[in-house]
C-alpha cells in the first residue's frame, strides 16, 4: 500500500513494516473520519516507522482534523507494536477490547469496547462505524463497519496477501468461522485488512475462507478414517493431510491442524489420548 493512501472521502491507509508472518511486511493502519479521526492500529515497533506513523498522525492535526483515539483491532505483536509510544506522544487514548487489555498489561487501555457500540465520527459526512467482536483470531479481535458506506475495517479476519492463522493457543477456529459468516452477511462493499490492498466485493473471499478450511478439516478426518487404532499424533496428520504443500509449510499448518483438531474433539467427532487423534466411535462414551 502506498502511504499515506487515500482509500475514498474520509478513510486514508498507512502502511508500515512490521514483524508479520510472511508472505506479508507490513501491517495497515487507517484514519476513518472528515472531521473527527479515528486511527486504525498503532501497529509498529520500528523506530524509523514510528516516526512516519507519528508524522502522518501530527498531519491530520495540522490540516484541522481531530483524533480522537487509536483503535486496536487485537493484541498480536505486529498490530501494538507503537501503541505506547503514539498514545504517550500523540496524546490520544486506546481503545480496545476487554479480552485485548487483558492480554495487554503493559499497555493502558483507556476505553473498553464492546459488540454493536456505535462510534460517530463528525464531520461533512458524518460516519458512524459499529464495532464487531468477531473472535476466533484472537479473543478480542474487533473490526469496524460502516453500513452507509459499506466499508468494513477487518484486521486480521481475512488478508489479500497472505492467509490467516489459527493457533490453537490463542484462536478457535470454530469461531473464527462462524465470525466469517457473520461478515459474509453484512453486504459489504469494500474491506480493509490489516495486511495487503483494499479488497472489493469482499463476500467471495470471505466464502473462499469458510470453504477452504472446511475443505482442510475434511481432509484431517479423511485421514483420520485410516489411521491406526491407536490414532495419529499431530505430526503424522500433518503429513498426510499437507501432502500437497512444501514442508516449509508444515509448521504453520501444525497449529492449523492443531486448531481444527481441538474443534472436532469439542464437536465429540474425534477423540484423544495423550498425544494421539482418532475418530470417535459413533454411540461410544
Known amino acids: 500500500m502506498e502511504r499515506p493512501l487515500e482509500i475514498t472521502s474520509g478513510i486514508a491507509g498507512f502502511a508500515t513494516r512490521t514483524p508479520t508472518p510472511p508472505p506479508a511486511t507490513h501491517t495497515n493502519s487507517y ?3 472528515e472531521r473527527d479521526v479515528l486511527l486504525v492500529e498503532p501497529a509498529t ?58 492480554r495487554l498489561p503493559k499497555i493502558a487501555i483507556d476505553r473498553l469496547l464492546e459488540d454493536g457500540e456505535s462510534l460517530t465520527l463528525a464531520g461533512p459526512s458524518t460516519q458512524r462505524w459499529t464495532v464487531l467482536h468477531t473472535p476466533g483470531h484472537a479473543p478480542g479481535h474487533l473490526c469496524l463497519h460502516e453500513p452507509s458506506l459499506g466499508y468494513l475495517v477487518a484486521g486480521d479476519m481475512v488478508a489479500s496477501e497472505g492467509t490467516i492463522l489459527i493457533d490453537p493457543d490463542d484462536g478457535d477456529m470454530g469461531t473464527y468461522l462462524a465470525q466469517l459468516e457473520r461478515l459474509r452477511g453484512l453486504g459489504v462493499r469494500v474491506a480493509l485488512p490489516a495486511h495487503g490492498a483494499p479488497i472489493e466485493q469482499p463476500d467471495g473471499l470471505f466464502a473462499y475462507y469458510i ?17 491406526a487404532p491407536r490414532g495419529d499424533t499431530i505430526d503424522e496428520i500433518v503429513a498426510r493431510a499437507y501432502d500437497d504443500k512444501p514442508k516449509s509449510v508444515w509448521p504453520l499448518a501444525r497449529l492449523s491442524t492443531a486448531a481444527h483438531l481441538a474443534k472436532l474433539v469439542r464437536e465429540g467427532r474425534v477423540r484423544q489420548r495423550d498425544d494421539r487423534y482418532a475418530l470417535a466411535m459413533e454411540g461410544a462414551t
Open 211 to 227: 470453504h477452504h478450511r472446511e475443505a482442510r478439516e475434511a481432509r484431517i478426518v479423511q485421514v483420520l478414517a485410516t489411521a
Open 31 to 33: 484514519a476513518l473520519g
Open 45 to 102: 515497533p520500528y523506530e524509523e516507522e514510528q516516526r512516519a506513523f507519528i508524522e502522518w498522525a501530527r498531519g491530520l492535526a495540522d490540516a484541522g482534523r481531530r483524533v480522537v483515539a487509536i483503535f486496536l483491532t487485537h493484541h498480536h505483536p505486529d498490530h501494538v507494536g507503537g501503541a505506547r509510544l503514539f498514545a504517550r506522544e500523540l496524546g490520544f487514548p486506546l481503545w480496545a477490547h476487554r479480552s485485548t487489555a487483558e
